[in-house]
């Protein structure tokens, strides 16, 4: 069953405007979230993180919302540029043991910005 | 530069051809992690480790051998490929798990007929 759910395989943006990418999860137990942006034929690349004492990380035109009763983070990019035109990734970890945990992705969702 | 790189980028082979992919990170970090990425179903870990000698299975490890004999190189064996082992691998490497910033490779597109 799917830990990290991304249930947008596509977004379409107009240049400048907003674009929100959405990110659901079902363990409770995850208390870091990251999100990862991914250009074709590059391995992909660390965005943003928010810890779960946190309800919103900010960096430059990227802000991560995170909902936790709800399960929900959400990732705004404003404005949106066409080279933010990439595969978004979301993922999740959790502490146990003392240690950090593994990363759980989700599917991705791609986001294309118009000129 | 900090870097994970990974060799070879791209291999066309056989079924039952046993093949290795490298991976080498400069970073000095203790964790690293083999996925795979195939459409519709985003990156599914195979394999990680957490230090030198310390391996365990990821989400998909089945047809896959790891080794962690240095803390550099983490190769992903693959000892008789199928063609449902037919993807877009990538390593990672992070500081330590979870919470670091995991840094990836360029990936290995890997074709097995």
């Known amino acids: 069953d799917q830990q990290v759910k991304q249930n947008s395989p596509s977004l379409s943006v107009q240049e400048g405007r907003i674009s929100i990418l959405n990110c659901d999860y079902t363990?409770?137990?995850?208390?870091?979230f990251l999100w990862y942006k991914k250009y074709p034929a590059e391995g992909p690349t660390f965005l943003i993180s928010?810890?779960?004492?946190?309800d919103k990380n900010e960096d430059g035109r990227f802000t991560v919302f995170l909902n936790k009763s709800a399960k929900h983070l959400s990732l705004h990019i404003v404005p949106s540029q066409p080279g933010d035109s990439a595969v978004y990734f979301c993922?999740?970890?959790?502490?146990?043991?003392?240690?950090?945990?593994?990363?759980?992705f989700g599917k991705g969702t791609k986001l294309s910005v118009k000129p | 530069e900090a870097q994970v790189t990974q060799n070879p980028r791209y291999l066309i082979t056989v079924t039952g051809k046993k093949l290795t992919v490298t991976c080498s990170q400069n970073?000095?970090?203790?964790?690293m992690s083999w996925y795979r990425q195939d459409p519709g179903l985003g990156l599914r870990q195979i394999y990680y480790?957490?230090?030198?000698?310390?391996?365990d299975k990821g989400d998909v490890p089945e047809g896959y051998k790891v080794s962690r004999k240095e803390k550099r190189n983490f190769p992903l064996i693959l000892e008789s490929p199928s063609p449902n082992q037919t993807s877009l691998y990538f390593c990672?490497?992070?500081?330590?798990?979870?919470?670091?910033?995991?840094?990836f490779g360029p990936g290995t597109r890997l074709t097995v007929l």
């Open positions: 990672a490497s992070s500081l330590k798990a979870g919470t670091d910033t995991q840094y």
């Open positions: 363990n409770s137990m995850f208390d870091y």
């Open positions: 928010i810890s779960s004492i946190k």
């Open positions: 993922a999740a970890s959790w502490i146990y043991g003392g240690s950090q945990g593994n990363l759980i």
């Open positions: 970073m000095n970090h203790e964790y």
């Open positions: 480790s957490m230090n030198v000698e310390v391996t």
